[in-house]
């Protein structure tokens, strides 16, 4: 039996190496069977005691990358989440997308008046009789968890405004509710205050089939900052002009003439998109 070797997470913890682990992230970035275990036979060729799990991901990127580019930006879809800074407001922006392509009218980083004081919401989501306040809580590196705090700091800001929605009577919503969206994850503490006051949270993999990572998969509403065919400057400059999906560009590809692309860069920019907005999704 082959003798495990340990390998150190982000939070510093050392854990067996899970080759099956491995494989899992890589098929679901859709790399096929060979691909998946060619990759995994390079890594464990090199693996050592104490290697760190970004190691590991950067050589497994770096493979996919060289063979198949859409897997890859499949692949970086947690990193590319939080390459959308620094500021969080290109994550709200995201968020706002996850909803309306749900159906809801949105509106992104506004001033709601509370009962006793005004609120900066970064998300409104409404549909039908329901109105959702949306929290977003962007974090540009890993290992940063919202803890109780959050939930407890979030649900009194949002009963504020309930209560001055609820005293307003042109509108028609009844159905109001708080939510909180975080690129990163919530502590025990944070997840069940949420349970208990009524908060709906969503981490990068919480709640199981409904969690942030599901719904982009779900929806194929991948960041820009997934492709692989941009450099890092080309990205800034989508977000700066206010792109925050790859599917913004699927839809206007126009969107690439504009901004000076040659005629060989569109096509390997639009190859990556068309896989990534038109390839079916299958749940893990």
Known sequence: MKKSIKIRKYSGELVDFDVNKLIRSLKNAEADHDLAHKIVEKIEAELYPGMTTKEI????????????????????????????????????????????????????????????????????????????IVECKYHNTQGKPNDVKVPLYIHSRYNDIKRQLEQDKTNSYTNYQGWIFTNTRFTLDAIAYAKCSGLQLVSWDYPENKSLKYRINKSKLFPITALTSLTKREKQVFLEQGVVLCKE????????????????????IQDDINDLCENHFEES
């Open 57 to 132: 991901y950067n050589k497994a990127f770096k493979l996919l990358k060289s063979n198949k580019r859409p897997s890859a930006a499949r692949y970086k879809l947690k990193r590319a989440i939080m390459e959308l800074g620094p500021s969080g407001f290109p994550f709200e922006y995201f968020i706002g997308h996850i909803f309306r392509h749900d159906g809801f009218t949105t509106d992104v980083g506004i001033v709601m008046q509370g009962n006793c004081i005004p609120h900066e919401v970064d998300v409104l989501a409404c549909k039908d009789d329901k109105c959702y």
């Open 249 to 268: 560009i699927y839809e206007k590809p126009e969107l690439l003439h504009k901004n000076g692309f040659s005629k060989t860069r569109i096509t390997k």
